[in-house]
């Protein structure tokens, strides 16, 4: 087979190696990423003291509907309602509405880390690569005809790996190194998500028990209702002398009229994406929500 017919299968040989050891290794220390060439690696994550407690209550401002059963054809008795017709009014009475509460606990893991760089691993890889771009170089800047209509592409190619090879060959002579590091990670862990005993909602001069399920009863989502129009005194949750004022501003209150289809005072405008919850927190003494009730 000639020389010139096999110049197609050449190329893309010599193409596979463009990112050549060398060429990756400063890819990686322009990145910053030097790592990739670590060997044996192993790490370990110690927990540090003093992590903090936080507790935060949501007020979704939507409206939550039950699922509507897919419609039969079955035949109902007389005086009973379709599965249609109970579905639709099913779909049509929205769920209770029901704050959402968690306490996450927030602290910092120191991560260890202990590590080989051109290693043993590193001098195997950089001497085949070294090897392979140099043979590959030499088919390319000696074996394609002058006539190859790529001729060109391949010369340039060919000196491209020649000078890949020589860099390969350099590196393959770094001294080994054994790396010791450690870094801080945050770390969030969820210790509970019902709603402590003892949570209220304050609406104007009016308080309501919220339980563990987040419900504030009937007379509260009235409350709640009637303050979304007529907001007066900051809304908020108290928990024993902790007192959370939950945002609600403005555009909350348009939302809530949104969200509900209900008719929203003068001033508010449709917003194309409206907000669907609000949320406060605050800190509180580690261990003191900890445990459910």
Not at 202 to 210: C, I, K, N, S
Not at 259 to 285: D, I, K, Q, W
Request: proline share 10%.
């Amino acid at each position: 087979m000639s020389i010139t017919r096999t110049s197609t299968g050449l190329v893309f040989a010599a193409t596979s190696l463009l990112g050549g050891c060398a060429t990756s290794w400063v890819v990686s220390q322009a990145k910053g990423n030097p790592q990739i060439w670590d060997e044996g690696a192993k790490s370990e994550r110690v927990p540090q003291p003093g992590p903090r407690e936080v507790f935060a209550v949501v007020l979704p401002l939507t409206v939550d509907r039950p699922a509507v059963p897919a419609p039969t054809t079955e035949p109902t008795p007389a005086g009973v309602p379709s599965p249609s017709v109970a579905a639709a009014a099913l779909a049509a009475e929205p769920l209770p509405l029901r704050l959402q509460c968690g306490v996450k606990q927030h602290g910092v893991d120191t991560l260890y880390r202990a590590s080989t760089r051109y290693g043993r691993t590193w001098k195997k890889g950089t001497a085949i690569a070294a090897a392979l771009e140099a043979a590959t170089s030499a088919i390319l800047l000696l074996a394609i005809p002058d006539d190859d209509p790529n001729y060109l592409g391949y010369t340039l190619t060919g000196g491209f790996l020649g000078v890949d090879a020589l860099v390969s060959a350099a590196l393959f002579f770094l001294p080994r190194q054994e790396r010791y590091e450690s870094s801080e990670v945050p770390t969030e862990t969820g210790i509970r998500n019902d709603c402590p005993e003892g949570l209220q909602l304050v609406v104007g001069d009016e308080r309501f028990d919220v339980d563990a399920a987040g419900k504030i009863g009937e007379f509260g989502e009235l409350a709640l209702a009637e303050w979304m129009t007529t907001p007066s005194t900051p809304l908020a949750v108290t928990l024993g002398e902790l007192r959370l004022e939950l945002p609600v501003g403005r555009p909350e209150q348009c939302a809530w009229h949104q969200h509900h289809g209900t008719a929203a005072p003068a001033g508010c405008l449709m917003l194309a994406e409206p907000p669907r919850r609000v949320v406060a927190s605050a800190e509180v003494p580690l261990g003191a929500l900890s445990r459910a009730p």
